[in-house]
């Protein structure tokens, strides 16, 4: 399995931002799709954002026009930048990758980061 480390997050106040970022191993060559899920308390997982290889993105309605996700290929790294941030969007973040396949624009994931704690409070 493919070592996703992540990083950032935190407290911050609505209307506030953040930026976490994920890294994968050096010893993956090839990353495909990579993305952010999220899992707020009693809910399912949801997909935050996802970007292709070769830049192109999808976000689900809700973050539109203030979740930025970008990437840096050569450093096997992946953003989520989060601005005017709503208690709504307090959850823990997972970064992922799809190492294994390329399945654009329905990547099949196959890889998972730790998870980071975004609270955001009213």
């Known amino acids: 399995q493919v070592q996703l480390t992540q990083s950032g997050g935190g407290l911050v106040q609505a209307g506030g931002s953040l930026r976490i970022s994920c890294a994968a191993s050096e010893t993956i060559f090839n990353i495909n799709a990579m993305g952010w899920f999220r899992q707020a308390p009693g809910k399912g997982r949801e997909l935050v954002a996802a970007?292709?290889?070769?830049?192109?993105?999808n976000y689900t309605d809700s973050v539109k026009g203030r979740f930025t996700i970008s990437r840096d290929n050569a450093k096997k790294t992946v953003y989520l930048q989060m601005n005017n941030l709503k208690p709504e969007d307090t959850a823990v973040y997972y970064c992922?990758?799809?190492?294994?396949?390329?399945?654009?624009?329905?990547?099949?994931?196959?890889?998972w980061g730790q998870g980071t704690q975004v609270t955001v409070t009213s």
């Open positions: 992922t990758a799809e190492v294994f396949g390329s399945t654009w624009p329905k990547p099949e994931f196959d890889s």
């Open positions: 970007i292709s290889a070769r830049g192109s993105t």
